[in-house]
């Protein structure tokens, strides 16, 4: 009987999926393996080759061309030599990791000028995605609507390690994913490519032109992008950095399409987004928007005027502090523009009219197993309400000045010292530890990060809710931080390094002594006795209650009466969640999707029309020589004042910059490849309009736009610009 209940669930996702096509072209988020089901509308709406050709299980396809890069962005090859683009902002670490005073590759940009110039990047991987299949039969069999959660998760875990161990292979990564909350599940096998190296890299003011004043905002003109190379062994396959090494011969690269666009045109996105929430319950989303996003935003506004004061005052403190500060930015812009979005578009009340028709069905005999699943997630969400917001203060105020984590990333050498941990001898863990030590000091200044924590100290002062992170171990943590930054071993390299070079077994003593890691201790342990067990407990209670209410709306969705939504609620019936707007697509999750939309301008506000691409002219107008984020290079000056764009033109003779379409991406979407109704490349997706960051909550055809670099200013620059021909003379270009 469970296993009939299995298989129709993964029936009515299917049925779902093909019932849903019909609807609005730009919302979606598509697993590629079922790409078939999307084929008729892609074609319909301007694609010319066959799902087939974007994913196939058995001969090369564009999948192939694709891969997750680091751990959190996407990138394509470009060239049969395995040339990888993908955007500035995802290479920026690698860029920051090679740049110095001296070679100061952030503000002048990096071109390797031949193999052997070409950059490691320790630490980088690329993955290709080899296969994926369906294994929700295996996963689900025999477990039971009831049955209690820990034996539940006990079990689905035992599973998928079987599956991962016996596809398991040298060079290969296994993982089984839940989709629908738990509903269906995907396997996944990835081939692993270690040794990536940068290839080319434009100065900031290009890559990063706007800085976080553009960040999510059109119209835009950054040069969003970075080069880089990936490396195998004499035969081809994946290995470890070694200059014997190759460059890698892809199954597939992408074309480049120097044709151009226009506006209407088919656009496809094809990436690893990585997190959405379009399934929420009202009484989520209303935790976001009332707790979440302005906790943080505000803890991060704080935190960055320190730091860009900081930036703005010395050259190589802005050097050291450039990607984290970007970092910081990112989610804190982000998150100011959901908050509005879902208050522009009264999510919160629209989702509540999608559940007063939920809990309709559900009073009937059809529905009547789900009855209780939205007043149980009501009360869950208010019990997540206090270790929440004492989380976000740990997070985002606790945690925010740089030294406290790493004092406290030293607790393994003690544990090791002390014979605790045996995973490590103690010079391993010795080399572990002044590797650790000379990575964080290259990009630290004890006293920008001291004044982070006096900002964030004083944010805490005033807040009941922060009482539980003060008073200790000091009753004056302002005081204590005279101690912090003038004799902890962790705040000084000097004091670290002499220390660690005549480290013994009994100095162990020191470091716990040590008033840091002392402070660092307490905190953490006062999170994780006394906030995060609530959390956790709270959010599993959440998550398998959310499983369950997802399971519901799929019935509900096959039982017609999500047909009642059409005569409920306000004006914004048509969107009311993915359910009402009848596209069935599952959340993100880092896994490999399509999406597909067009080449359109918007309104973001009345009598405000912004036209869907942007071209060099918009860099000039923007140039101010005062501020460092508008600063215009004198080369790319020169070029525009003469207008040698060469063939990179479009049909007006304007160098295009950036477009805009209704592609529905997030992050992990950075980098990913744009590609034309033809399949070939036009473009690397690399934000996000900030009227339509909600998208990730709910996504609006009227207001949502992907912001995308154009390939043709990409390559204007590596070759005009940069001089660097020799990457482009490896593409395939069409003209």
């Known amino acids: 009987m469970v296993k009939k209940n299995i298989t129709r669930v993964a029936a009515v996702i299917g049925v779902m999926l093909a019932f849903c096509l019909p609807s609005r072209a730009d919302e979606g988020m598509w697993i590629p393996l079922l790409l078939q089901q999307n084929q008729e509308e892609m074609q319909r709406l301007g694609l010319q080759i066959t799902a087939e050709d974007i994913y196939s299980i058995n001969h090369s396809s564009l999948k192939d061309a694709i891969v997750q890069f680091g751990g959190g962005c996407t990138g394509e090859v470009v060239s049969p030599q395995g040339l990888l683009l993908t ?29 052997q110039e070409e950059l490691p990047c320790p630490g980088l991987e690329v993955r290709f995605l080899k296969e994926m299949r369906d294994v929700t039969e295996p996963m689900l069999e025999g477990i039971t609507f009831d049955m209690p959660e820990p034996i539940r998760q006990d079990s689905l875990a035992a599973r998928a390690k079987r599956l991962q161990e016996s596809l398991a292979s040298p060079n290969t990564e296994v993982k089984v994913l839940p989709f629908y909350y738990g509903n269906q599940y995907y396997l996944f096998v990835y081939e692993v490519f270690k040794d990536v190296r940068l290839v080319g890299a434009p100065p900031s003011n290009i890559g990063k032109f706007g800085g976080d004043t553009d960040n999510w905002m059109w119209p835009r003109h950054t040069g969003d992008f970075s080069v880089f190379r990936i490396y195998a062994d004499a035969d081809n396959q994946p290995a470890p950095y070694s200059p014997d ?19 209407g045109d088919f656009t496809l996105v094809f990436g690893y ?18 707790i979440e996003d302005p906790m943080r935003v505000a803890a991060r506004t ?8 900081a930036m703005e005052r010395d050259p190589a403190v802005r050097i050291q502090y450039a ?8 989610g804190w812009k982000k998150w100011m523009g959901e908050i509005k979005g879902i208050q522009r578009m009264n999510v919160p009340g629209s989702k509540r009219d999608y559940e007063k028709v939920f809990q309709s069905w559900a009073g009937s005999a059809t529905g009547a197993e789900y009855a209780g699943v939205l007043p149980a997630l009501k009360a869950a969400y208010e019990d997540l309400e206090k270790p929440l917001a004492l989380a976000v203060i740990f997070q985002e105020r606790v945690m925010a000045p740089e030294v406290v984590p790493f004092a406290y990333s030293f607790q393994k050498l003690c544990q090791v010292s002390k014979g605790e941990d045996t995973s490590l001898s103690l010079e391993e863990a010795l080399e572990e530890a002044r590797a650790k030590a000379q990575k964080f000091f290259k990009d630290y200044h004890p006293q920008v990060d001291r004044a982070v924590f006096e900002t964030m100290l004083g944010m ?18 302002k005081k204590a931080l005279d101690v912090f930054y003038g004799k902890s071993l962790f705040s000084s390299p000097e004091r670290l390094t002499a220390f660690l070079d005549k480290y013994k077994a009994s100095d162990y003593k020191a470091i716990e002594k040590d008033p840091l890691y002392n402070y660092a201790g307490i905190m953490l342990g006062t999170y994780r006795q006394m906030v995060y067990p609530m ?3 709270g959010r599993k209670r959440i998550d398998s ?12 969705k096959e039982s017609g009466a999500f047909a009642g939504l059409m005569r409920v609620g306000n004006q914004n019936n048509l969107v009311l969640s993915n359910v009402g707007s009848s596209r069935f697509y599952p959340d993100a999750n880092f896994t490999l999707r399509v999406t597909y939309g067009k080449i359109k301008g918007f309104e973001p506000a009345d009598a405000v029309l912004y036209k869907h691409y942007t071209t060099l002219d918009g860099i000039m107008q923007k140039e101010n020589p005062d501020i460092y984020d508008y600063v215009v290079e004198a080369k790319l000056k020169d070029l525009y004042a003469r207008k040698d764009y060469g063939r990179y033109a479009n049909a007006l003779g304007e160098m295009p910059v950036a477009f805009i379409g209704t592609n529905h991406t997030t992050g992990g979407n950075s980098g990913s490849p744009v590609l034309n109704g033809e399949g070939n490349l036009i473009g690397i997706n690399f934000d996000r309009c900030w009227e339509g960051t909600m998208s990730d909550i709910r996504y609006d055809a009227k207001i949502c736009r992907n912001i995308m670099l154009d390939i043709r200013y990409c390559l204007f620059i590596i070759d005009k610009f940069a001089g660097a021909t020799r990457l482009v003379e490896e593409m395939d270009i069409i003209e």
């Open 273 to 290: 987004p990585g997190r959405t929430q379009e399934y929420l319950s009202s009484y989520g989303v209303e935790q976001i928007l009332n």
């Open 323 to 330: 990607a984290k500060a970007a970092s910081i930015a990112n």
């Open 545 to 556: 209650l959310q499983r369950i209410y997802m399971k519901g709306q799929l019935a509900m």
């Open 460 to 477: 805490m002062e005033n807040d009941e809710n922060s009482a539980l992170f003060m008073n200790m171990p000091a009753p004056d943590l």
């Open 87 to 115: 955007n500035h902002h995802c290479g920026f670490g690698y860029i920051q990791y090679h740049s110095s005073v001296e070679h100061d590759y952030l503000t002048q940009g990096f071109w390797a000028q031949s193999l």
């Open 302 to 309: 704080a935190r960055l005027e320190v730091i860009k004061a």
């Open 535 to 537: 959390l956790a407990q």
């Open 245 to 263: 090494n190759r460059p890698y011969r892809p199954k597939k690269y992408l074309k480049i399409d120097l044709r151009g666009y226009g506006e």
